[in-house]
Every structure is written in C-alpha cells, then in structure tokens.
C-alpha cells in the first residue's frame, strides 16, 4: 500500500509518495503537477497501484478530491486547523507539507474533515452570496446616512418611500449629490440582486430531499427562526447527523468559551470563533430577537447578564439556542419550551 499526500495550491500540487519500511515510512516518489493539466494528475495517480491519498480542507479542494476518488482507494480530507503540525513547522515548502502529509497518513494519524455533500455546497453558496449582497447594501445604506449626518439632516424613515423622496430633494454640494445618486442605484441594484437570490434559495428549497424537507419543517417552528436562519442552520450545519453531540455543534459554530488551565489556576476566555462565522451571527441574530419575543428566554437572558454582562449573556443564549437546534434536528421534534434549560 503506498501513502500520498498532496499538497494542493491554485496553480501547482505537490505529491509526496511513500511506503512502509522496516516500521517506518520511505519516501519513493515525488512529482510536482500543473492544476490546469488534470489529465496529467490522473495518469500519475494512476500509475502508483493501490494507494491512499490526502489533501487538506483548502479553498478547492473539491476538484482534486473528485479526480482521486475513483482512483484511490481512500481519500481523506485533512483538517486544516487541526493539523497544525505544518502551519506552525519552521522548515516549510511545499515538499515537507506533501511528505507530512503522507507520513501522517500512513501512520493513521490525520484529523479528518468533513467532505461536504454537492448540494450542501450549493447551498452554502447561496447563503454566504446572499450575506454577501445583504452587507453591500447595509453599506450602502451607512455611507448615505453618514453623507447626511454632515447636513444634521438624517432621518429614521430614509429609506422608505417618504424618505426617499425627502433625500432626492434635498439640497446636497454638488459632488455629494452626485455621490448620493450613485449609491441609490446602487442600492437599488443591490436589492435586485437580494430578491433574485432569496428566489434561487426559495427553488432550491422546493427541491430538497425528503429528509432536509422534514428539518425545515422542524426548525420553523422555532421562535424568532424565518427562512433566511433556517436556511443558515442547513447550509453551514450540513449533515447534523455526523455531530455527536450539542457541545461538538457548538465548537463547530465556534461558541463555545475558552479557557486556560495550569497548575490549578483556570482562567476563563471569551467564546472560540473558530468554524463558521455566518452561523455564529446567525445564532447571536437569534438570541438577540428571541429575548425580546419569549418571556422564557428574557427571563433566562436577563438573569445570566446580571452575572455575566450583557453581550456574554447574548452568547450564552446563543449558544442554549444551537443546543436545542440541535436537539430538535436530531429527534425531529418540533420545538417545545421544556427544551430551554
């Protein structure tokens, strides 16, 4: 059985191929590859008989992993922040991280990542587009009503209608009125752009398999939670079902609190933020409306900020609420206030 590791730039792989010997491992080939010649890859990988491969969770990796599956008889997906070894190495090139990879490999000993599934992909795409769109035009909106604060002239009702008659007639310098108009058109392309994405995820969700149907009918019923954190929760969750528990979904939102230990002295640290930072805000955006809509979670909130502070108290909230998505995922329960603790 021969080992490969593979490490995977925009242009350019490096492959570092090595074997069993003597109870350790022997280098017997290296080989670095164009990625614009795939072809090239495949017949290399091809060659190498009966081999395992592994390649870390980079931006793109999912082409190369599609290359190798049908080739290798393993591909492990490596998991970047945990395989530290290499981003923290003082020797690195692109040929120590190939032969790290593989030793690694070969001795059983890669943190594996999750591979996400074709359409989780889609749908993370989707999502972080709209978030995307959704910030532009926050932006946007700033940046006008900075122009205005200048005048003293902001107002709370800027951009409805009325506001936006009011801002068209006011007497701007002339640059600035230049500057104004450009960035109403651009808002109003940034809002088309928002409403053709929220389609593209509303027909994305007609199509969903029966069990992603089932979770979205579960999470509905969960207060303060509308299409667009629902959507949140599935795309960047995944497949809830590989997390073994609630503290492994809050580690993965990067919500749970840190904290340093040594020689019994323990020393409490703000929240992780490792994972994803777009259901991290999701989840803080759902704190924040369901302390102001449930009296159950006012009550719990305003009880921890007496001890903890405000803003930790919205974590901590937070962190209760992905607890029970979790909760409610994996039974497939609709959500019942018992389950806030």
């Not at 593979?6 to 792989?13: M, Y």
């Not at 909130?301 to 803003?311: A, C, D, P, V, Y």
Request: hydrophobic share 40%.
């Amino acid at each position: 059985m021969k080992y490969v590791g593979a490490d995977l730039h925009k242009k350019t792989v490096s492959l570092c191929v090595v074997e069993w010997h003597d109870h350790s491992t022997r280098v017997v080939q290296r080989k670095r590859l164009r990625c614009d010649e795939p072809d090239q890859i495949g017949e290399f990988l091809a060659s190498l008989g009966e081999f395992c491969i592994t390649v870390e969770a980079t931006i793109g990796y999912d082409w190369f992993a599609a290359l190798a599956e049908p080739l290798a008889r393993r591909v492990v997906i490596a998991h970047p922040h945990k395989l530290r070894v290499i981003a923290d190495s003082t020797r690195k090139s692109d040929k120590i991280d190939a032969q790290t990879l593989a030793d690694f490999l070969a001795h059983n000993m890669i943190p594996e990542a999750w591979r996400a599934t074709p359409r989780v992909r889609q749908h993370r795409s989707l999502i972080r587009r709209r978030q995307k769109v959704q910030n532009r035009i926050t932006s946007i909106k700033t940046t006008i009503r900075a122009l205005l604060t200048r005048y003293n002239a902001d107002r709370r009702d800027l951009f409805t209608r009325i506001g936006r008659k009011a801002l068209r007639q006011f007497q701007f310098l002339d640059e600035e009125r230049w500057l104004v108009d450009d960035l109403l058109e651009d808002l109003d392309q940034a809002r088309h752009h928002l409403a053709n994405v929220d389609c593209r995820l509303r027909e994305f969700a007609e199509r969903a398999p029966l069990a992603e149907r089932e979770a979205r009918e579960v999470l509905a019923t969960l207060p303060g939670a509308g299409p667009v954190t629902i959507n949140v929760l599935l795309a960047e969750l995944g497949d809830w079902r590989r997390f073994t528990s609630g503290d492994a979904v809050v580690a993965f939102a990067g919500l749970s609190p840190g904290f340093r230990e040594s020689d019994g002295h323990r020393k409490a640290l703000g929240i992780t933020k490792a994972g994803s930072p777009l259901l991290r805000w999701a989840m803080i955006q759902l704190a924040h409306r369901v302390k102001q809509s449930s009296s159950r979670w006012r009550t719990t909130f305003e009880r921890l900020s007496q001890r903890t502070g405000k803003k930790k108290a919205t974590c901590a909230i937070a962190r209760r609420l992905l607890l029970v998505v979790h909760a409610m995922l994996r039974d497939g329960r609709a959500y019942q206030f018992a389950a806030a603790k």
